[in-house]
C-alpha cells in the first residue's frame, strides 16, 4: 500500500480521537499538495453513574461516531484511504464468543479499582510490577481493572480489547492490542515487547483473553461494517496509529526530541521525554515516573498529574442556572476564556494544592473536595458558589506550573539530561496564562504545539504507514510525515 505525492492528490484520511471529556472525527484532505484538518464531528463523552459503578456508554459513543463516519464520507467524495483511533488508555471492553461487547466498559475512575489494587499486590509486590513492567503504581491500570472485574461477574475468559481498538474491531478489524496502548495495561515486559506470561500466571489471569500484540502503523484490513456501502468507504484501510492518545500527541511534535520535554496538557497532565529503552529504578518508581510505548519503538517517560479534570469538574459545578433559580445579582457560569483571564488578575495563592489527593479522582463537587483538602491542612478555604471560581482557577493553574516545574527538575534527575524547553500540546496549550506560569517556574521557554496533536500525531502515522508496502513505522519515516503535513491548516 503506497501513496506517492502527487500535485493532483484526491485521496482523504479519518482520524478518531476518543476523549474522557469529548471525542472528535477529522477529516484530512489536500487541495493540491496543500493539506487541511476538518473536525467534522465532535461530542461530549463522560462516564455514567449506572447506580452502582461509573461506566462508559459504548452504545452513544459508537453512533456518534458513525455520524462523524457519514458525514466524512459526504465531505469526500473523492474517496477515504484510511481510517485510525487513538483514545484514552487502561479502559476494555469484554467480548461474548461474536466478539460483541458483554457489558458497558467500567470508567478507570470507579472505585471498584481500589481494592483490587490491594488484592493484586497482596500477590505481587507493587516494587516487583514496576521493575517487571515500569508502570507507574495506579488504580486505574488495566492490571487492577481486570482483577476487579471477578467482583462484578465477568467471566475471566472473555476476550479483552482496549476502547480505541474495539472502535477499530467494531469497523471491521480483528481483535488487536497496539503496543503503545497495551503498555499501558502493567502487563508487558519491556524487554520482550510481549505480554508478561508471569504476571498473568501469578494473579490467575487468562493470557487467552488477551488481544494479539501489534506494532504502531499496522495495517489491520478493509472497512468492514455497513458504512463501507458508501462510495467514499470502499476500500478503505484500517490502521492502528499509536493507540494512545499520548503517544500519537508526542509524535504530532516536529521538534528534536533531545532537547525538549513534552507537555501533553488535557484531562490528565503528562510530562516527560522520550527515552530509547525503559528506566524502571526504584527513583524513578519513587517519583511516579512511568514508562510506556512511543510510536515507532522509542520509550515515553513521564509522570502524570489531574490536570485540566480539575477545573472541568469545577464547571461542571458553576454551569449556568436557570434563570428562574439564579438568585439576583449572583453569577450564571463561566466561560473557559473568560475564567482564565479573571484568574490572570489575581495575585498568586499562599498555598498550592496537592495534586495527588485520591479525592480529585472520582467525578462530583470539586470545589468542595478542594475546600475540604485545604480544611484539612488548616489552611482557609475558598468561597463558595460562583463567584470564588477565579480564586480556584488560579488556585489550579498554579499549582500545576509548580508541579511541571517540579517534574522537569526530576527528569533532569533521572535521566542526566535537561530539557531546555517544554513543548505543550493538547487542549491546555491554549491557556496562555497557565503557559506563562510554567514558563516562570520551570526558567525554561514553553513552546505551543498543536492542541489537537493527537489528531495530527494520528494522522501523521497513518501517512508514515501508507507511504511504504510494511507494517510498523520508525520515528524517521513519522518525521518525514509530520513535515509533508507542515502548514496544514485546521478548519
Known amino acids: 500500500m503506497s501513496l506517492a505525492p502527487s500535485s493532483q492528490r484526491s485521496e482523504s484520511l479519518v482520524a478518531i480521537d476518543l476523549g474522557a471529556e469529548s471525542c472528535r472525527v477529522s477529516l484530512l484532505r489536500w487541495t493540491g499538495l496543500t493539506p487541511s484538518i476538518r473536525m467534522v464531528h465532535r461530542f461530549a463523552n463522560s462516564p455514567v453513574w449506572d447506580g452502582q459503578h461509573f461506566r462508559w456508554d459504548l452504545a452513544r459513543i459508537c453512533r456518534e461516531l458513525e455520524e462523524g463516519l457519514r458525514t466524512c464520507a459526504d465531505l469526500a467524495p473523492e474517496g477515504i484511504v484510511s481510517i485510525g483511533v487513538t483514545g484514552w488508555a487502561v479502559d476494555y471492553v469484554r467480548l461474548d464468543a461474536a466478539g460483541k461487547s458483554l457489558a458497558q466498559p467500567f470508567c478507570y ?168 529503552s525503559t528506566l524502571r529504578t526504584p527513583e524513578a518508581m519513587r517519583d511516579g515516573f512511568t514508562n510506556l510505548g512511543a510510536a515507532g519503538g522509542q520509550v515515553l517517560f513521564h509522570s502524570s498529574a489531574h490536570g485540566m479534570w480539575l477545573l472541568r469538574q469545577c464547571l461542571n459545578i458553576w454551569e449556568p442556572l436557570p434563570r428562574s433559580t439564579a438568585g439576583a445579582g449572583s453569577r450564571r457560569g463561566w466561560e473557559l476564556a473568560e475564567l482564565i483571564a479573571a484568574a490572570r488578575q489575581l495575585s498568586p495563592p499562599e498555598h498550592l494544592l ?108 497513518q501517512w508514515a504507514r501508507l507511504q511504504q508496502d510494511h507494517d510498523g513505522v520508525s520515528p524517521e519515516s513519522i518525521c518525514a510525515a509530520l513535515t509533508h503535513l507542515a502548514g496544514a491548516e485546521f478548519v
Open 354 to 461: 496537592d495534586l495527588d489527593d485520591p479525592a480529585f479522582v472520582p467525578p462530583g463537587d470539586m470545589p468542595a473536595r478542594i475546600n475540604d483538602q485545604l480544611r484539612r491542612r488548616g489552611l482557609a478555604p475558598l468561597g463558595g458558589g460562583c463567584d470564588a471560581a477565579p480564586q480556584f482557577a488560579n488556585l489550579i493553574f498554579h499549582s500545576l506550573a509548580s508541579r511541571y516545574a517540579s517534574l522537569l527538575g526530576q527528569i533532569a534527575e533521572l535521566t542526566g539530561k535537561r530539557p531546555q524547553s517544554i513543548c505543550v500540546v493538547g487542549g491546555g496549550s491554549r491557556n496562555d496564562y497557565l503557559n506563562e506560569l510554567t514558563a516562570a517556574r520551570a526558567a525554561v521557554p514553553v513552546e505551543r504545539g498543536p492542541a489537537e496533536s493527537s489528531t495530527l500525531g494520528n494522522f501523521a502515522i
Open 109 to 276: 475512575r470507579d472505585q471498584r479499582n481500589n481494592a483490587a489494587m490491594e488484592a493484586v499486590h497482596a500477590r505481587i509486590p507493587a516494587e516487583t510490577l514496576y521493575a517487571r513492567t515500569g508502570v507507574h503504581i495506579q488504580t486505574i491500570n488495566t492490571v487492577y481493572q481486570l482483577w476487579a472485574d471477578r467482583a462484578c461477574g465477568l467471566p475471566e475468559q472473555a476476550l479483552w480489547v482496549n476502547l480505541p481498538e474495539y472502535i477499530l474491531h467494531w469497523l471491521g478489524a480483528p481483535v488487536i492490542a497496539e503496543y503503545s496502548n497495551a503498555t499501558h495495561t502493567g502487563l508487558i515486559d519491556p524487554e520482550r515487547r510481549e505480554w508478561d506470561e508471569g504476571i498473568f500466571r501469578q494473579l490467575g489471569f487468562s493470557i487467552a483473553a488477551a488481544p494479539r500484540l501489534i506494532d504502531s502503523g499496522t495495517a489491520l484490513g478493509p472497512l468492514r461494517c455497513d458504512l463501507n456501502r458508501l462510495p467514499a468507504f470502499t476500500g478503505t484501510q484500517l490502521i492502528a496509529p499509536a493507540c494512545h492518545d499520548t503517544a500519537s500527541a508526542v509524535a504530532g511534535i516536529r521538534a528534536r526530541p533531545d532537547s525538549w520535554a513534552y507537555l501533553s496538557s488535557g484531562t490528565w497532565s503528562l510530562m516527560g521525554v522520550l527515552l530509547n
